[in-house]
Nanobody
């Protein structure tokens, strides 16, 4: 079992920044890839960013590349999402997720993730 708890969401003006954190507990953190996804009202959950088990490889959705940065600290069992130059269209509930499937990379597909946090709201005002 893996438990995930997100924090760091809030209300920010367009152009501002937020840093999301996800604290994991349960199985050894280095055993699983981590991803961030988001879901806006009336829309499907979409991929934002993912990071491999070692942290050596990262992946981003085109809409956030160059603005968001995913990182992880395996010693502290945490993964972060630094979000800069935020836009109103970034408004959504953000979820972190853990993928326990053995492998070297990280997936952008929600159905490949085994555990999910409860989500944290990010609202960007124009």
């Amino acid at each position: 079992q893996v438990q995930l708890v997100e924090s760091g969401g809030g209300l920010v003006q367009a152009g501002g920044s937020l840093r999301l954190s996800c604290a994991a507990s349960g199985r050894p953190f280095s055993m699983y890839a981590m991803g961030w996804f988001r879901q806006a009202p009336g829309k499907e959950r979409e991929f934002v960013a993912a990071i491999s088990r070692s942290g050596g490889t990262t992946y981003y959705a085109g809409s956030v590349k160059g603005r968001f940065t995913i990182s992880r600290n395996n010693a502290n069992y945490t993964v972060h999402l630094q979000m800069n130059s935020l836009k109103p269209e970034d408004t959504a509930v953000y979820y972190c997720a853990a993928d326990l499937t053995p492998g070297w990379g990280a997936s952008a597909r929600p159905h490949e993730y085994d555990y999910w946090g409860q989500g944290t709201q990010v609202t960007v005002s124009s």
